[in-house]
């Protein structure tokens, strides 16, 4: 991770007194040309961010970011500092991802996990993505050689994926349906399904049906400290049992903190 600027020394000779300076957040985002900020009860946002834009010169918008609502995962954003463009290209690990942040997520935290799909995937293994999104994971899969089908039902998510395997120069890798993906009926068994929602769980008969026998599926969930590891894994096993099928939990991984005791986790299962 690259070192953030110290943005406490800027504002202390800025005169702000100690007080005031426990209050600034201690991390921030830079996705393309554009600063995403969570201020909680930070004071003077205004000044926060025309310093954030001194200091990340390549930057143009500073943006709070309020919260993430609804099954679609649409941000709620206000315009700090700058131009007040949220239209950006963020380049990550090669891969390119053109998205506006007003109208769509992107989770700086999640990026180890991006960049991990990216190495899990073997050439021309056929890979469902259940909820690609503007391509987090269905991108960085598809570069390294992966036929993607990938499904987001969100139409603004939808056009930013089109654009960004344009962007990537990898079409012919991905199949992009804008849909329910328990709708989606899959003509030959995938050997991965990523999972990337918080409900995943919910997911899993459809998830399985599209796994073939010795497949792998990447199922994300928002679990509380105490239930690490049990409830996914249990969620695993009573799915593929009730397909008559058996799990081999391959992997078990914090992607990121979600909230005060609840881990963002992913959690890789082998389905004989
Ligand atoms: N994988 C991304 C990441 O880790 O950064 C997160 C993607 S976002 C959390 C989940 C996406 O799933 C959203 O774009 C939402 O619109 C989409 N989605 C939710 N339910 C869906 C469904 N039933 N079928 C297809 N897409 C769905």
Not at 12 to 18: I, V
Not at 37 to 52: A, H, M, S, Y
Not at 124 to 138: C, K, S, W
Request: glycine residues 8%; charged residues 30%.
């Amino acid at each position: 991770e690259p070192r953030l600027p110290d943005l406490e020394s800027h504002l202390r000779t800025q005169g702000w007194d100690d007080d005031e300076l426990e209050r600034v957040p201690k991390s921030w985002a830079v996705i393309g040309s554009v600063v995403l900020i969570q201020f909680g009860d930070c004071p003077r946002k205004e000044e926060v961010g025309e310093t954030l834009l001194d200091l990340h010169g390549k930057a143009d918008t500073v943006l709070a970011r309020e919260g993430i609502s609804g099954e679609h995962r649409e941000p709620e954003i206000t315009v700090v500092a700058g131009s007040g463009d949220t239209e950006t290209i963020h380049t990550e690990h090669g891969t390119q991802y053109a998205l506006d942040l007003r109208k769509v997520m992107f989770a700086p935290g999640n990026q180890r996990e991006r960049a991990r799909m990216g190495t899990a995937i073997e050439h021309g293994e056929r890979v469902l993505d259940m909820f690609a999104g503007i391509g987090y994971f269905t991108l960085p899969m598809a570069r390294a050689g992966a036929r993607v089908t990938a499904v987001e039902r969100n139409p603004t998510a939808f056009q930013f994926l089109l654009e960004n395997a344009v962007l990537n120069d990898v079409t012919q890798n991905i199949d992009a349906y804008r849909a329910d993906c328990r709708e989606i009926e899959i003509d030959e068994p995938v050997e991965r399904v990523v999972m990337g929602y918080y409900d995943a769980h919910d997911y899993l008969d459809s998830s399985l049906a599209a796994l073939k026998p010795g497949g792998i599926v990447h199922m994300h969930e928002t679990t509380p400290e105490n239930l690490l590891w049990e409830r996914p894994v249990r969620r695993l096993r009573e799915a593929a049992e009730t397909h008559g099928r058996e799990v081999e939990i391959l992997d078990k991984r914090r992607v990121k903190s979600h909230s005060e005791g609840v881990w963002h986790v992913v959690v890789d299962a082998r389905i004989e």
